[in-house]
């Protein structure tokens, strides 16, 4: 397949293909253009999804499981494997075949489970807390939806998730262009 | 208030309050700090959130409804106005006061509600068509969860949230610090 037909699915340009990929080596043939398997294959592998990620649920609410029953993630190799909420009234209940778990056995379950990641979907002044036990207890990248900064080792990769932000970048944007009132 | 003071509570460094302030004119005067007041007031303008924005939701899933009960958005002028939703059974449903209305009333309900801002929350071969019709209904910004890029007029402002790749933005720092198999 040409640049130009990868770029045309992707919503890009021929030259933004070559360059992306030129970031990670060297990619097809000049003039033949890429082999699509193994194309598929060397990206699944840099993109660290040619594999499955055990992932933690930290926070039962409509966010995180949003997240859960969402069916890309799994095919994606994302796998939920545990939910944790402080809450009584969800702990013991079965979400998708993963049962609500007490934060108490957090720590626990991450080492038993192989838990890599943690999606973060608690209340600010628990965030913090809840990061900071997971990278103890072997916790390598936290997807995060708390509206705080995490403190956590360099090592750790935190992405930042915050959706008022979002919504202010589009005021902001429409706003810059009109006269001030 | 001294941007040693705004820099320890926002988690960045002084210089860079100072920066990120300049690129929007002159606030407080050296060796005085910040009136904190002004400030604020003056902030909320530039990112155009000293107004209330008529926000309509389209697509009553999880990430939709966690967004409609997040009370960061009302607190910051972010007013869910409409819902909208092709399943028989939300329609006609109430959340939170307002009652969820089939997809076929959404220009009108634009146009009727001043609405400016959509939240596309809908399967990713419905959102062009949707982000389309709000357009042309006067909406003038959009944030988009559906995993498609958006044609719009570049007048129009999106903000995509794609949480498949926030999550493989993870895997890929973690991975690229593997040696390979």
Redesign the interface.
């Known amino acids: 397949m040409s640049s130009e037909e990868l770029a045309a699915r992707g919503?890009t340009t021929a030259a933004q293909v070559r360059k992306d990929l030129s970031h990670f080596g060297s990619f097809g043939k000049r003039g033949l253009g890429y082999p699509v398997d193994e194309l598929r294959a060397r990206l699944r592998?840099?993109?660290?999804?040619d594999r499955t990620?055990n992932?933690g649920l930290v926070g039962a609410?409509?966010?995180g499981?949003?997240?859960f029953?969402?069916p890309?993630?799994r095919a994606?190799?994302?796998d939920c494997v545990a939910i944790f909420d402080s809450d009584p009234e969800k702990i013991g209940r079965e979400l998708g075949g993963v049962v609500v778990q007490d934060p108490s056995a957090f720590e626990e379950a991450v080492r038993a489970l192989g838990i890599?990641?943690i999606v973060l979907a608690v209340p600010a002044e628990a965030a913090q807390e809840m990061a900071q036990r997971g990278v103890d207890a072997g916790v390598?990248?936290?997807?995060n939806f708390a509206?705080i900064?995490l403190n956590v080792p360099p090592?750790v990769?935190v992405?930042d998730?915050n959706?008022?932000m979002?919504?202010?970048?589009?005021?902001?944007?429409?706003?810059?262009?009109e006269p001030?009132a």
């Open positions: 919503q592998r840099i993109l660290g999804i990620w992932v609410g409509r966010i499981l949003a997240l029953e969402y890309a993630f994606r190799g994302f890599e990641l390598r990248g936290i997807l509206p900064r090592r990769p992405e998730v959706l008022v979002e919504l202010e970048a589009l005021s902001f944007q429409i706003s810059k262009d001030d």
